[in-house]
Structures are given as structure tokens and as C-alpha cells.
């Protein structure tokens, strides 16, 4: 399985990103998939996450309200849409997805598949 993120780049405080994650095979039997980020010199966080069975969803605290994970079954896809963006959004966002049962959500270690990382930049 592999995973393609796109959609990073740059925006002002205040201002929306969307990015896009396609996994290259069915998601089906995919347990979860999300979003991390990784800032410099600072350790990889949990951002987002959802279930493929059922609609439980996943955020940081810091993101709330903000930002929403939503998906296209038929294409695969899992998209980030990220509204009122602040410079501490500033990170590598990377999507990921879990084949197994999930224990911990939050954890980035409960992920098999990774995509290859697109860069958010927020300006103030």
C-alpha cells in the first residue's frame, strides 16, 4: 500500500489549506487512517483520525474546530481541510493508516503505512 499526500504550501495566518491523502490500494480492511505533523526539532503529533467502520473521529485538542477529516470511499482518499490556520500549524503533515485493529489512536506507532509528507507553512 501506498500513500500520496498533496495539497501543502503556503498561507497567511487566518487563511485554509485542503490536503489530500490516496492510498494506491482499496482502503477496505484499513481499520483507521489520519494525519500527523512534525514541526522542526520537534517529535512527530497526532492531528486527525477516523475509522473506516463507523464515523468515529479523531482530533488534538489543538486542532478542534478547525480542522476536519472527511473521505471518499470510492477514490480511496482522505481529505484534511484546515481553516484558520496559525503560524504553530507550521509542520510536515504526513497521512497514515492503520491495516490492524487499533488500540491507540493518537499513537503514531499503531500506523503501518505512511505517506511521504507535504510541508504547511503558516505565516503571521
Known amino acids: 500500500v501506498q500513500l500520496q499526500a498533496s495539497g501543502g504550501g503556503l498561507v497567511q495566518a487566518g487563511g485554509s489549506l485542503r490536503l489530500s491523502c490516496k492510498a494506491s490500494?482499496?482502503?477496505?480492511?484499513?481499520?483507521?487512517m489520519g494525519w500527523f505533523r512534525q514541526a522542526p526539532g520537534k517529535e512527530r503529533e497526532f492531528v486527525t483520525a477516523f475509522r473506516w467502520r463507523g464515523s468515529s473521529t479523531y482530533y488534538a485538542n489543538s486542532v478542534k474546530g478547525r480542522f476536519t477529516i472527511s473521505r471518499d470511499n470510492a477514490k480511496n482518499t482522505v481529505v484534511l481541510q484546515m481553516n484558520s490556520l496559525k503560524p504553530e500549524d507550521t509542520a510536515i503533515y504526513y497521512c497514515?493508516?492503520?491495516?490492524?485493529?487499533?488500540?491507540?489512536?493518537?499513537?503514531?506507532?499503531?500506523?503501518?503505512?505512511w505517506g511521504q509528507g507535504t510541508l504547511v507553512t503558516v505565516s503571521s
Open positions: 490500494d482499496r482502503t477496505i480492511g484499513f481499520d483507521a
Open positions: 497514515a493508516a492503520a491495516h490492524g485493529a487499533v488500540a491507540d489512536y493518537f499513537n503514531h506507532y499503531e500506523y503501518d503505512y
